[in-house]
């Protein structure tokens, strides 16, 4: 719609209030119990800062402090909707979704990663996607087994 038919104090005004949507990644939406209700508690906060934003009186200041929030309950409420609960590998034999690997890198670097969500992976906190290409390469190989990723070695050492 055109500015010209809002109250909006300028084109700028109005870009700041219509967000467009996050991308939903083309993967399954695979998540952890914890990941699950982290999803859930994110979606919980951005309705409550939605809802912060709708008690400002100031029309255009009320659209630019809501545009964030709508952004992701829009976002949190479809990644809730699609969540496939996985539950906890039932052995450690075989890297899976929800391990807990260790591996060391032909550079010498030993590094342990919990094979997680798109949502709740985080490197430097020690969770990878399993749609990385790390996970990728180390899911269902055992202690012992080397792979190759981005063409390095990957030697896995141990398997949570």
């Known amino acids: 719609m055109s500015v010209a038919f809002t109250k909006e104090e300028s084109a700028e005004t ?21 990941g699950l209700k982290a999803l859930e508690r994110q979606l919980a906060e951005a309705r409550e800062a939605y809802e912060a934003a709708q008690a400002i009186e100031d029309i255009n200041e009320r659209r630019r402090q809501a545009a964030i929030p709508l952004r992701e309950v829009r976002y949190l409420s479809e990644r809730v909707r699609t969540a496939q609960l ?12 929800g391990s807990t690997v ?15 969500g798109e949502d ?3 490197p430097k906190t ?16 055992s202690a012992g087994d080397v792979v190759t990723s981005a063409g390095h070695e990957l030697e896995i050492t141990a398997i949570a």
Do not use: C, W
Not at 14 to 34: F, K, Q
């Open 126 to 141: 020690g969770s990878i996607s399993f749609a990385s290409p790390v996970a990728r390469a180390l899911m269902g190989k």
């Open 14 to 34: 109005a870009s700041e209030t219509l967000l467009p949507d996050r991308p939903i990644s083309p993967h399954p939406n695979l998540v952890t119990a914890a």
């Open 86 to 97: 996985v539950p906890a590998p039932a052995s450690a034999d075989k890297v899976a979704f």
């Open 120 to 122: 709740e992976a985080d």
């Open 102 to 116: 260790t591996f060391s890198r032909d550079d010498g670097r030993v590094q342990t990663y919990r094979i997680v």
